[in-house]
């Protein structure tokens, strides 16, 4: 079976990744008022931020269209026998079930859908991984077993300017955004059973980076780790320095930068940062 592989814009893949590894995406949408945008295609990642100063109201998000999904495996058909279809957790947007359905809405192609309970470019790790196992060889089955495993051995932590964000879209309890906003907690958020939830109470911005690094160094320490990214909302001089640090101590570890776009910017907040990666 020759496969494509398709994940959503959430997952931020840098666009030389995309390119080398043959990743086909699908936009979600940011609402300003009545006007939507695509994120990447209609407005850029910093035509974002800066409107998001400037505007009075925060934006909504949208996910794609069924419709939009049919078309783009229809035309991968034309080349491919199979799909396989990464997704931001279905628990944050109904992309993965709009993939689903679409899939079914086909003929000429085999649509495997697939909810990363994840999202940004812990997210884009599967795709990336799916697309190294698809050019070694490796059949569907064998596949979804590796990604399976693989999304056991994923970590990913968070770190918010600002809890309100992910209070007003649902992401957080308004308990839990209260409290760190009155104490000035920056707390260290992942990702369980596909929602956002706090890890660990910490005071300062420094000291939930630098648990963040210690955690991640736990695992080199004891396990294979394979990849890391380090992730940034409109914060690229503080991302870079952090992996610099860390690049310096293993430059055997493969590190990539990406960011968090429009629709994930409108959840996290500006500033925010995050650290992710998996092990075999």
Do not use: C
């Not at 034309?78 to 079930?97: A, C, E, N, W």
């Not at 369980?192 to 690094?213: D, H, M, N, Q, Y």
């Not at 310096?248 to 500033?271: A, M």
């Amino acid at each position: 079976m020759k496969l494509a592989i398709v994940t959503d814009s959430t997952a931020y893949i840098p666009d030389d990744l995309l390119k080398k590894h043959n990743i086909y995406t699908i936009p979600l949408s940011v609402v300003f008022g009545d006007e939507s945008f695509r994120e990447e295609l209609d407005i850029t990642t910093e035509e974002f931020y800066k409107k998001v100063q400037e505007e009075e109201n925060l934006p909504s998000t949208s996910q794609p269209s069924i419709g939009s999904f049919v078309q783009l495996y229809e035309e991968l058909s034309k080349d491919y026998d199979g799909v396989i279809s990464f997704h931001l957790s279905k628990r944050f947007s109904g992309t993965y079930d709009a993939a689903t359905s679409a899939g079914q809405m086909v003929e000429n192609i085999k649509v495997f859908a697939y909810d990363t309970e994840l999202s940004a470019m812990p997210q884009g790790f599967f795709a990336i991984v799916a697309s190294e196992l698809v050019a070694a060889g490796k059949s569907i089955e064998e596949i979804m077993v590796y990604l399976d495993d693989m999304k056991e051995k994923t970590r990913a932590y968070f770190m918010v300017e600002d809890l309100s964000h992910l209070q007003r879209g649902g992401r957080l309890n308004k308990g839990q955004a209260v409290i760190g906003s009155l104490l000035n907690i920056k707390p260290v958020l992942h990702i369980e059973e596909g929602l956002i939830v706090p890890f660990e109470k910490i005071r300062t911005r420094k000291k939930a980076i630098s648990r963040i690094i210690s955690m991640l160094e736990e695992d080199v320490e004891s396990k294979d780790v394979k990849r890391v990214v380090f992730m940034h909302a409109n914060n690229r001089p503080s991302i870079e320095k952090i992996r610099s640090d860390f690049s310096e101590k293993h430059p055997e570890i493969e590190t990539i930068i990406s960011y968090f776009g429009p629709v994930i910017g409108t959840h996290l907040g500006e500033g925010s940062i995050g650290v992710s990666w998996y092990s075999n």
